[in-house]
């Protein structure tokens, strides 16, 4: 059975194309679910405007739908909370050269 830092893992391999830091680093995954074969993510993105909205989901679910003992990912595309630069991990801060 899939664990939640197999999802982490796959889900960090995701990038915003705009922003050189993964999805899961960005701060735009707000939940995880592991139930047995079955993942439910809740994620935002950086607005609702964002050029990628079709693309960065997919890419997400794609990417955990390799993650060995997968079966089911359901995307759940949430505004709230909106996100917010804060939200960054301290790794893409680094990788932002935000203090």
Partial sequence: MPNQNEVIEALKRVFDPEIPVNIFDLGLIYDI???????????????????????????????VMNVSGVEEVNMDLVWDPRWTPEMISPEGRKILNID
């Fill in 33 to 63: 679910k592991v139930d047995g074969p079955k993942v439910n993510i809740s994620m935002t993105l950086t607005s609702q405007g964002c050029p990628a909205a079709q693309v960065l989901p997919e890419q997400a679910r794609l990417a």
